[in-house]
């Protein structure tokens, strides 16, 4: 994977997004204990949207995902909302402007871009 974005969900180092051979991806890897090591498996559904260059943060039990570039041309303004606990995907709303390459953080309610 390139381009993907690392963030903590539920204690557990997870990949979000990135290219593989040069095509964005919806999956989360997360890095998981398997035999005497660890690996990057799949514990988590899909995305919705295929993105790489996207901008992640996770509280409580939502992992928010925000814009990204898909397939490297279409830059996106969407907005996912992963709920761990039913490990069900939403939409949220979309950003004012797309954003690629971007950090986000949460303080109180409020998203920081």
């Known amino acids: 994977h390139t381009e993907s974005t690392l963030v903590v ?3 557990i180092l ?6 593989i051979s040069c095509r964005a ?3 989360l890897l997360s890095l998981m204990e398997e035999g005497k ?7 988590l559904p899909a995305m919705l949207t295929k ?3 996207t901008a992640v943060v996770c509280s409580g039990h939502s992992l928010i995902v925000a ?3 898909e397939d490297g041309s ?10 761990t606990d039913t490990r069900q995907w939403s939409i949220s ?3 004012t402007h797309p954003l690629t390459e971007a950090t986000i953080s949460l303080c109180g309610e409020r998203l920081y871009m």
């Open 93 to 95: 709303s979309s950003l």
């Open 51 to 53: 993105r790489c260059d």
């Open 37 to 43: 090591g660890k690996k990057w498996l799949r514990n």
């Open 9 to 11: 969900v539920d204690h």
């Open 14 to 19: 997870t990949m979000v997004g990135g290219k």
């Open 25 to 27: 991806t919806d999956s």
């Open 67 to 69: 814009g990204g570039n």
């Open 74 to 83: 279409n830059r996106l303004a969407t907005v996912e909302v992963l709920d």
